[in-house]
Every structure is written in structure tokens, then in C-alpha cells.
């Protein structure tokens, strides 16, 4: 029992990433990013052919998650732009139709060029007892990582004064541009944070074992998933919604089968539109 659970707080932790980057673009521009999960199998690729050529896994990593910001970036600064012209839930349904044509053209390009690419960091070193459990090394520095990124994204957001703008376009566009902010450069920083998120994801994810180039449908399931328990918009929240449904997942797996473990946390999500429609800590 204690050993599914940690397995599942390591998975929640990731989990919880991918909330946050859908919960961050979502809570700043009104856009549900539907291709959020093949971004996160963008960075595993890149990650995985520089290491393949002979790159450091360090520098590799850290150039997979610049990609994948870039990448986010330049999202923003292309497709979303038509988006930002509309309002309300013309918005929110153009944003829709326009991520997912993406994410089929980043899954079908990946899938074409790289059929078997997959990204598989090993952490060599003897396993560590936690509260009496051998965990996996590469699992303790996944969850270390996506600890850390949480961290300082609170602090980011809390402590920054880039960050206290973020806040105040999140919740008065028209009068962050009066005090002189631009929210349409805030707009494209915050898509490429999300990008980078979505590397950490990558990295996160490849220390427990392998990330294949089909998994960023599922990845965008389980990112919309937290970030709906969450709340849309709260990063705490979505954080908070990946951990729980982590250990949701890992107990279901074990004690039901994988094959329903979807359906649980689709359920999840569905309960709590109804009970709490602006989610664990959404205001």
C-alpha cells in the first residue's frame, strides 16, 4: 500500500506540472491548449536525438526545455493571434479548434519522422528507503524536480513584480494596460513558461521510464483533467488536483487494472463540474 502510494506521488507530481501548464494559458489568455501534451513529447524528442548524438543528458535537458518554450512561444505568436481578437466563448471555442489542429500537426510530423522515438533517462544508483520503500533514484529526482519548478513558480508569481503583472492581467486586462503593462507580451512569456513546463514534464516523466512519441493525446488528458479538478486558473490548485489524482490513478491501477484508470479520473473531473464547478481552489 505505501508503495503505490509513493508511486503515486511521484506521478501526481508530474501530473500536477501538466495542470499548471494548461491552468497558466488558460487562466492568462482564455485558451484551453489542446496541444500542450505534444509539446511535452516535442521536448522528449529533442531531449532524446541530442542524446543520441552524443550530447550530455544535462545540457541536452536543458536545451529539450528551451525548445519546447520556444516552440510554445511561437505558438502564441502565430495561431493565437486571431484568437485574441475574440471574446468570451468565441475565444474559447476558435482557441479549441486551433490547438488541436496543432496538436494533430506536431503528433503527425513526430509520428512521420520519428516512428520509434522515445525518450528514456536511466539514473544509475541503488535504490533509497523512503518511510521503509526502496524508491527508484530516477523517481526521487523526477519528484525533486517537479518540487523545485513548483517552488519557484510560487515564488514567481508571489514574489516578482513580473509576476504581480501576470496576476493583475489575469484579472483586469483593460486596467493592467492603463498602468502601462502589455498583455500581449505577458501572453507570450507565460507560453513559453508553459512551454518549459512542459520540458520539465518530458525529463520528469523519462526518469521513470520510457516517454514514446504517441503518448500526447493521453498527456493532454491528464493536463485538462487536473486542471479542471483544480480549477482553471489556479496554479496551487491545479498542483494540488495532480497529486491527488496521481495517487487516484496509482491505487486504481493497482487494485482495479489500468485499463479504467482513465475513466476514474474522467470521472473525477466530471464530479467535480458538478459539485464544485470552479474546482479545488479556483475562486
Known amino acids: 500500500m505505501r508503495a503505490v502510494i509513493l508511486d503515486g506521488l511521484v506521478l501526481g507530481l508530474a501530473f500536477g506540472l501538466l495542470g499548471v501548464g494548461m491552468t497558466l494559458v488558460y487562466g492568462l489568455a482564455g485558451v484551453i491548449n489542446l496541444a500542450y501534451g505534444q509539446i511535452v513529447v516535442f521536448a522528449a524528442i529533442v531531449i532524446s536525438l541530442l542524446m543520441e548524438d552524443g550530447m550530455s543528458t544535462l545540457l541536452a535537458a536543458v536545451l529539450g526545455v528551451l525548445a519546447a518554450a520556444g516552440l510554445s512561444a511561437l505558438l502564441d505568436l502565430t495561431l493565437m493571434r486571431p484568437v485574441y481578437r475574440e471574446h468570451g466563448e468565441e475565444r474559447t471555442l476558435l482557441g479549441l479548434l ?15 519522422r520519428y516512428p520509434d522515438g522515445a525518450l528514456y533517462i536511466f539514473v ?56 502601462g503593462i502589455n498583455p ?31 503518448a500526447g493525446f493521453e498527456l493532454t488528458t491528464f493536463a485538462l483533467i487536473v486542471a479542471v479538478v483544480g480549477g482553471l486558473g489556479s496554479v496551487a490548485g491545479a498542483f494540488l488536483a495532480g497529486v491527488l489524482l496521481g495517487v487516484v490513478n496509482a491505487l486504481s491501477a493497482h487494485y482495479i487494472g489500468q485499463y479504467i484508470t482513465t475513466i476514474i479520473l474522467l470521472s473525477a473531473a466530471a464530479l467535480t463540474i458538478l459539485i464544485r464547478p470552479r474546482g479545488l481552489l479556483g475562486r
Open 124 to 179: 544509475d544508483g541503488d535504490p533509497i528507503s523512503v518511510i521503509g520503500v526502496p524508491m527508484a533514484v530516477g523517481s526521487l529526482w523526477a519528484s525533486a524536480m517537479a518540487l523545485v519548478a513548483a517552488v519557484v513558480l510560487l515564488l514567481f508569481f508571489g514574489a516578482t513584480t513580473f509576476g504581480r503583472g501576470v496576476r493583475s492581467v489575469i484579472q483586469d486586462e483593460i486596467g493592467a494596460r492603463l498602468v
Open 184 to 214: 500581449s507580451f505577458v501572453r507570450t512569456v507565460i507560453f513559453a513558461v508553459s512551454g518549459a513546463l512542459a520540458g520539465v514534464v518530458a525529463i520528469a516523466q523519462s526518469m521513470s521510464g520510457p516517454l514514446t512519441v504517441n
Open 98 to 112: 486551433l490547438t488541436l489542429g496543432a496538436a494533430f500537426v506536431i503528433a503527425g510530423v513526430l509520428t512521420w
